[in-house]
C-alpha cells in the first residue's frame, strides 16, 4: 500500500534554529513529491515540487531535496513567520490520486 | 487572478439536509479535485475532474456527488447530509501538461459543520 509518513508531528524551534522535516514514502512509481505550507484556517499553499531522486530546489529559508525513499525539507535561520504546518504529498504513476502526509505543525519561538 | 476560490465560507447543516459547495478557478486548469480534511488523518480525495463534463471518483467518495459543467466550476453536493461529514473541504486544480505529476493548487477552504 502506498504510504507518506512525515516526521516529526511537531516541532518547536528557537527563531535562527535550523532544522529540517522528514517525509518518507513507498509509492511505487513515483511521479512527483510536493510540499505546501498550510497556516490555520487557510488552504494549503505550494511551496516545491521534485521529480526525481537528487533533485533539490530552494525559496528563501527553504530547501527540499528528494531521494528514493524520503523528502527532506530543510529550514535555515527560520523566523517566526515561517510557523505553519507542513505538508507532505505524493504521486505516482497510473493514477491521479495523490497521498498526503499527516503533516508536521513548526512553531518558531522569538 | 484570483485562482482557485470557494463558496461558501462556512455552513452548519443539520442531519439529512442537503448542500451544494462550488469551487472556481480563473487558471483554465483541466483538472479539478474535491479533498477533505479531518484531524489526524492527510487531505483525501473525494472526487475529481479530468475536464468539462468528466467526473471520477476518489478515495472516499460515498455520500457525495460532483458534477462539472462548466470548465472553471465544479460542484460538490451532500444530498443528505451526516454528521460524519463534518469536516474542511478544499478544491484544486491544475494544469493538464504531459509527463510528471502537476502542481495542484489549492483554494481556501470551506468548513461544514452537520449537527
Known amino acids: ?110 | 487572478n484570483a485562482g482557485v476560490t470557494q463558496t461558501p465560507k462556512f455552513r452548519v447543516l443539520k442531519t439529512g439536509q442537503s448542500m451544494t459547495l462550488l469551487c472556481a478557478q480563473d487558471m483554465n486548469h483541466e483538472y479539478m479535485y474535491w479533498y477533505r480534511q479531518d484531524p489526524g488523518m492527510g487531505l483525501r480525495l473525494i472526487h475529481y475532474s479530468v475536464g468539462e463534463g468528466t467526473t471520477a471518483k476518489g478515495e472516499v467518495p460515498d455520500g457525495y456527488n460532483v458534477s462539472r459543467l462548466k470548465k472553471q466550476n465544479f460542484l460538490l453536493g451532500l444530498e443528505s447530509a451526516a454528521p460524519s461529514q463534518t469536516s474542511v473541504y478544499f478544491c484544486a486544480s491544475r494544469p493538464n501538461h504531459r509527463g510528471g505529476q502537476e502542481t495542484q493548487y489549492f483554494g481556501p477552504g470551506t468548513r461544514l459543520l452537520v449537527l
Open chain 1, 1 to 110: 500500500e502506498d504510504q507518506v509518513t512525515q516526521s516529526p508531528e511537531a516541532l518547536r524551534l528557537q527563531e535562527g534554529e535550523s532544522s529540517s522535516l522528514n517525509c518518507s514514502y513507498t509509492v511505487s512509481g513515483l511521479r512527483g513529491l510536493f510540499w505546501y505550507r498550510q497556516d490555520p484556517g487557510k488552504g494549503p499553499e505550494f511551496l516545491f515540487t521534485l521529480y526525481s531522486a537528487g533533485e533539490e530546489k530552494e525559496k528563501e529559508r527553504l530547501k527540499a531535496t528528494l531521494t528514493k525513499k524520503e523528502s527532506f525539507l530543510h529550514i535555515t535561520a527560520p523566523k517566526p513567520e515561517d510557523s505553519a504546518t507542513y505538508l507532505c504529498a505524493v504521486g505516482w504513476k497510473g493514477n491521479e490520486k495523490l497521498t498526503f502526509g499527516t503533516g508536521t505543525r513548526l512553531t518558531i519561538i522569538p
